[in-house]
C-alpha cells in the first residue's frame, strides 16, 4: 500500500490522533473484558451466577423505620425500598438545614463583631477537620443515647421531649381547612412575591414606591385573612406529643435517636464546608461593587441582595452541589448508628443471600442515580444564577 | 486512498479477538481465597494427609476466633485462654505429647473457612457453627460439637422482661450478622410480637448500646452473651432468658477429602467426652492406668491398637487427658462455676446426665 501524499502514515499526526483514540477504547475494553470474565470464573467456581432473582424472595427480617408499610414477609426488594426511602428522608431534612447553617455561619465569619467571628471561625475549624464518622459515634454514643431513659425524660417548653429512645416534637396535623389554607397560601406567596419585585424595581428604577417588604407582606396577609374568613378555621392543628404509661411517648413527631444523631452530625459537618463555600463567594465579589451600590444609596440591606449576593452565588452553587452530593453519600455512615438506611437493608440483604455483588451494583447504582439528580437540579439552578451575556 | 484508513478496522477488528481472548483466558484466580471452598469437594485423596504435614512440622496450627472470653481469647500475657484453645491444646497434646506445641491463628468470620481451605491453619476450632452448607457447598469436614449454643436475649434484671412476648414495643440491639436477624425476626413474627430491631454493623457498638438503655434487650449467640456480660458495667444487673432462638452447635472443622486427619481431630475430640464418661481425669490417671478394667485400659492404650490405627501412638489418650483433661475439666475451667461465666452444663452435660454430649465407644 503506497502513500499517495509522499508521508507515510506513522508521520500522519491525523493517524496517531485516530489511533490513540483506538488504543484508548482497546485498553479499556481490555481490562473491562478481564474484570467481567474475572468475576464469571470465580462466581462459576462458587456454584453462583449474577442474577437479581433473589429481590422478589421474602426478606425475612424486620426494620425499625418504616416510611412505607413493610412486614417481614415482604420481599428483598421491599425492604431495599424501606431502605432507599430512609435515604430519601435524611438527605432530603439535611440539605436545607445544612444550607441554612453554613449560610449562618459563613456570615458569621465575615462580621465585624469579633467574638462572633472567632466562634465561627472555631466552629468550622473543629468540625471541618475531623472524620465525620467520629463525629456521628460522639453524637450517637456520647450525646444522644445518654439523654435520661423516658422515665425520667428531659421536658422542654412547646413540649419537646428528650430521651434516649426518642426526641419527641409538636408536628402540624392537617384538619379539614388545611386545603383551603394551603391553596390561599400558595396564592398569597405568588402575589406577594410579584408585588415585591414590582415595589423594588420601582424603588431601584425612580427612587420611589419603597416599602417592598411591607406591602408583599400586606398581601400575603390579605390571602391568608382570606383563608381564615372562609375557613374559619387555624390552617392546622399542633399534634403535641404526650407521654404514655410513663414509659412511650405518643402523638407529635418523635425521631429515632438514631436520626436525629445522623441528621445532626451530617448537617454540622456539612455546614461547616458550606459555611467557607458562601464565605469565598461573598469575598469574591470585588470590594468596588459594594462601593459602588453604597454610592448610589442602596441600604446595606439592598446591597447585598441587589448587588453582592447575585454575583456571589455564581461562585457559590457550583461547590455548594458537590457539598450537597457529600451529604447524600455520607449518609451511608448511617451503618455505624443503626439507622435503617439503604446501606444498612444491602448489608442484612447480603448477609442473607450471599449475593455481594448484586448488592454491591445496586447500592453503587442507588447513589449514582441521587448525586446525577442532585446535580441536574443544581445544574439547572446554577444556569439561573450565571451571567446572562447580552 | 489512505493507508491507514485501512489499517483503522483492522486495529478494531483485532481489539474485539483480543478483549473476547481476554475474556475466555482468564486464568483463574491463585490467591486461594476464592477458588478453595469450590475446589474441595473435587480435591483428590492426596497421599499425603494433612497428619503427616503437622507430624512432620512438630506443632499444630489451630485456627481461632482470640477476642470471645471463655472460648478462645488472649489473655495479658499472651496467653490463649478458652475452650476453644484447650481443644487445640488437646490435639497438639495427642500428637506430640506437648500441648504447647500449638500456634494460634485469629482469624474473622470472614477469613476462617479459606484459612482452613488453603491450608494456612490445620484445624479450625473457632465457635463454628456446622451448618449443611459449611460441610458441603463450603467443604468443610465437622467433627464432633464441642459446645451447643443457640441465639438468647439479655436483658435488664429490673426491665420486668421474661419472654418474648414481652418485647411488644420494645427494642432489641442486634449485630448484622449472617441470620441473626432473620431468627429474631421468625421468632417474633410467630409470636406475633411487633417490636424495634436496632441493628448495628460492629459487635462493640450493639453492646455499647444496649450498655446505654439504647435497647431493652440484646440478642446473639448465648455463650456470646455470657462473655460479654462479664464485661458490661454491672454484670449482676443482666440476665439471659432462657429462650433460645436458634441451634448453634459449635464444631470444630477441617478441610473436606482428609479422611485420616479428620479422624484424628474427631477421636481426640471424642475421648474427651469419653473419659469423663469413664471418670478418667487428669486427677487420677496415674490411678486409672494402672487400672484392671478392660475398657479403661483398651481406652488408655494399655491393650489394643486403637491408638495405632489412627496414625497416632496408641498413648494418646493418655496424653490428651494429663495435659488438657477430659471433657468436664476443659468445660469447667473456661466456662465453669469458678470462672465468671459461671454457664450451667446445660444441654452441654453428658447424656447419662441428660445432655448431648455423647462419644461413640472406643473399640
Known amino acids: 500500500m503506497k502513500q499517495t501524499g509522499g508521508t507515510p502514515f506513522w508521520r500522519d499526526v491525523r493517524f496517531w490522533r485516530v489511533a490513540g483514540q483506538v488504543a484508548a477504547v482497546v485498553l479499556v475494553v481490555l481490562v473491562a473484558a478481564y474484570l467481567y470474565g474475572n468475576l464469571q470464573h470465580n462466581l462459576q467456581q462458587k456454584g453462583l451466577g449474577l442474577g437479581f432473582g433473589f429481590l422478589r424472595l421474602a426478606a425475612s427480617f424486620d426494620i425499625k423505620e418504616l416510611p412505607i408499610p413493610y412486614r417481614p414477609s415482604d420481599s428483598y426488594g421491599r425492604a431495599f425500598l424501606v431502605g432507599l426511602t430512609n435515604t430519601a428522608r435524611i438527605v432530603l431534612a439535611g440539605i436545607p438545614l445544612a444550607t441554612l447553617l453554613g449560610i449562618l455561619i459563613g456570615v458569621a465569619r465575615l462580621s465585624s463583631n469579633w467574638l462572633v467571628r472567632q466562634l465561627s471561625l472555631l466552629y468550622v475549624e473543629v468540625l471541618r477537620n475531623t472524620p465525620l464518622l467520629l463525629q456521628l459515634f460522639f453524637w450517637y454514643f456520647g450525646v444522644i443515647i445518654r439523654l435520661p431513659r423516658i422515665q425520667s425524660r428531659l421536658e422542654l417548653p412547646g413540649p419537646v421531649y428528650l430521651s434516649n429512645r426518642a426526641v419527641a416534637v409538636p408536628w402540624p396535623a392537617s384538619t379539614e381547612a388545611t386545603g383551603a389554607w394551603l391553596v390561599a397560601a400558595a396564592l398569597g406567596l405568588v402575589a406577594a412575591f410579584t408585588v415585591w419585585r414590582r415595589r423594588t424595581r420601582l424603588m431601584v428604577e425612580r427612587g420611589g414606591g419603597g416599602q417592598p417588604g411591607l406591602a408583599a407582606l400586606a398581601t400575603l396577609g390579605l390571602a391568608l385573612g382570606g383563608a381564615w374568613a372562609l375557613t374559619g378555621a387555624a390552617p392546622f392543628a399542633w399534634n403535641l406529643p404526650r407521654v404514655a404509661d410513663g414509659i412511650r411517648f405518643e402523638g407529635g413527631a418523635r425521631l429515632s435517636p438514631e436520626f436525629a444523631a445522623l441528621l445532626m452530625g451530617l448537617v454540622l459537618y456539612t455546614a461547616a464546608f458550606i459555611a467557607e463555600i458562601v464565605r469565598g463567594g461573598v469575598l469574591a465579589v470585588s470590594r468596588g461593587q459594594w462601593e459602588a451600590a453604597r454610592a448610589v444609596g442602596l441600604r446595606p440591606f439592598l446591597v447585598l441582595r441587589l448587588v453582592v449576593f447575585p454575583q456571589a452565588l455564581r461562585v457559590i452553587v457550583p461547590p455548594l452541589t458537590s457539598q450537597y452530593l457529600n451529604l447524600a453519600k455520607n449518609s451511608s455512615l448511617a451503618v455505624a448508628i443503626a439507622y435503617p438506611d439503604v446501606v444498612s437493608v444491602g448489608t442484612t440483604t447480603y448477609n442473607q443471600t450471599g449475593r455481594a455483588v448484586e448488592v454491591v451494583i445496586l447500592l453503587m447504582a442507588t447513589y449514582l442515580s441521587i448525586s446525577l439528580f442532585t446535580s441536574l437540579v443544581m445544574n439547572v439552578y446554577n444556569r439561573s444564577v450565571q451571567l446572562v451575556e447580552r | ?363
Open chain 2, 1 to 363: 486512498m489512505r493507508g491507514w484508513k485501512v489499517l483503522l478496522p483492522l486495529l478494531v477488528l483485532t481489539a474485539i479477538v483480543l478483549a473476547a481472548c481476554g475474556q475466555q483466558a482468564a486464568p483463574p484466580p491463585q490467591t486461594g481465597q476464592e477458588a478453595a471452598p469450590a475446589a474441595s469437594p473435587t480435591a483428590p485423596q492426596t497421599a499425603q494427609s494433612r497428619l503427616d504435614i503437622v507430624l512432620a512440622r512438630g506443632r499444630l496450627i489451630c485456627g481461632v476466633n482470640g477476642g470471645l472470653p471463655g472460648f478462645s481469647y488472649v489473655e495479658p500475657d499472651g496467653r490463649y485462654s478458652g475452650l476453644d484453645a484447650d481443644f487445640c491444646r488437646a490435639i497438639a497434646a495427642a500428637l506430640f505429647d506437648d500441648p504447647n506445641a500449638v500456634e494460634f491463628r485469629n482469624l474473622t468470620a470472614a477469613e476462617r473457612f479459606a484459612a482452613v481451605q488453603n491450608g494456612e491453619v490445620d484445624v479450625l476450632i473457632r465457635n463454628t457453627t456446622w451448618t449443611v452448607s459449611r460441610d458441603t457447598s463450603v467443604g468443610m469436614e465437622f467433627a464432633p460439637t464441642i459446645f451447643y449454643d443457640g441465639q438468647g436475649m439479655m436483658v435488664r434484671k429490673d426491665s420486668g422482661i421474661t419472654r418474648l412476648e414481652d418485647f411488644q414495643g420494645k427494642s432489641v440491639c442486634v449485630q448484622t450478622g449472617t441470620t441473626t436477624e432473620l431468627n429474631l425476626a421468625d421468632w417474633m413474627r410467630r409470636l406475633n410480637v411487633a417490636y424495634e430491631p436496632v441493628v448495628y454493623d460492629s459487635i462493640d457498638a450493639t453492646y455499647e448500646a444496649y450498655a446505654a438503655e439504647r435497647c431493652d434487650g440484646v440478642t446473639s449467640d448465648r455463650s456470646q452473651l455470657m462473655a460479654r456480660r462479664t464485661v458490661l458495667p454491672n454484670p449482676d444487673e443482666h440476665v439471659i432468658l432462657d429462650v433460645v432462638m436458634s441451634k448453634e452447635p459449635l464444631t470444630p472443622a477441617v478441610a473436606q477429602g482428609d479422611a485420616r486427619w479428620f479422624d484424628v481431630v474427631k477421636w481426640v475430640v471424642f475421648a474427651t467426652m469419653e473419659a469423663e464418661e469413664l471418670g478418667v481425669s487428669s486427677r487420677n490417671i496415674g490411678q486409672m492406668l494402672a487400672s484392671d478394667d478392660p475398657q479403661i485400659k483398651r481406652f488408655l492404650g494399655r491393650e489394643g491398637d486403637l491408638g495405632t490405627g489412627l496414625g497416632l501412638t496408641n498413648d494418646f489418650v493418655a496424653r490428651i487427658i494429663r495435659h488438657v483433661g477430659n471433657y468436664g475439666e476443659i468445660y469447667d475451667r473456661n466456662l465453669g462455676p469458678d470462672t465468671p461465666f459461671k454457664l450451667d452444663r446445660g444441654p452441654n452435660d453428658l447424656w447419662t446426665r441428660g445432655g448431648l454430649i455423647y462419644s461413640p465407644p472406643f473399640r
